[in-house]
C-alpha cells in the first residue's frame, strides 16, 4: 500500500516504496474503547477545491474557536482522512463517550459559527454518522502480545 501520496487532478501521480519507511512495531492500543462512539462524516468536497477545503478545515480544527476540543466528552481527536481511490472523498472520524454533547454542539457549529471549510463541501452537508464501539481488544490481550 502507498503511504506518501502526491494527488494530481487524475488522482495518484507519485507514490514512495514501502522500503523507504521504518518497520513500526505491532499496534498496542485499540482505535477507539468498547462503550464509546465514533461520529463519522462521509463527504466529498467540490472538485479543484480540495487543498483549499484541508487548508480550511485545519485552520479552524486546530483554532481556539473549535468547541469540540473543549469538551470533556471528546475521547480522541479527530482524524480528516481521504479517500485513497477518490481524491473528492474525505471521512471525519473520531471518538465520544457522549454522542448527545457532540450533537449539541455539532448544531453550535452549523448555526452559529459556520466554520468556512463548510463552503467547500458538496451539497453543503456535514452531517455525522454515529456509531457504538461494541468490542475493542481488552487491555490483557495487548499486554500478552506486547511481551
Not at 12 to 36: M, S
Request: proline fraction near 5%; charged fraction near 35%; glycine fraction near 6%.
Amino acid at each position: 500500500m502507498c503511504r506518501d501520496r502526491k494527488w494530481g487532478q487524475t488522482g495518484i501521480v507519485a507514490c514512495a516504496p514501502r522500503d523507504q519507511h521504518k518497520e513500526q512495531p505491532i499496534a498496542q492500543e485499540p482505535l477507539a474503547t468498547k462503550g464509546n462512539y465514533l461520529h463519522i462524516y462521509d463527504f466529498r468536497v467540490q472538485k479543484g477545491h480540495e487543498e483549499e477545503f484541508v487548508r480550511s478545515f485545519e485552520k479552524f480544527d486546530y483554532s481556539d474557536g473549535n468547541p469540540m476540543h473543549k469538551s470533556k466528552a471528546q475521547v480522541k481527536d479527530g482524524v480528516l482522512c481521504r479517500d485513497t481511490e477518490d481524491p473528492q472523498r474525505f471521512f471525519l472520524i473520531a471518538e465520544w463517550a457522549d454522542i448527545d454533547e457532540h450533537a449539541r454542539i455539532r448544531k453550535i457549529l452549523a448555526n452559529e459559527i459556520k466554520p468556512e471549510f463548510i463552503k467547500f463541501i458538496e451539497g453543503g452537508k456535514f452531517i455525522p454518522k454515529y456509531v457504538e464501539v461494541v468490542s475493542s481488544t481488552p487491555e490483557e490481550i495487548l499486554n500478552k502480545a506486547a511481551s
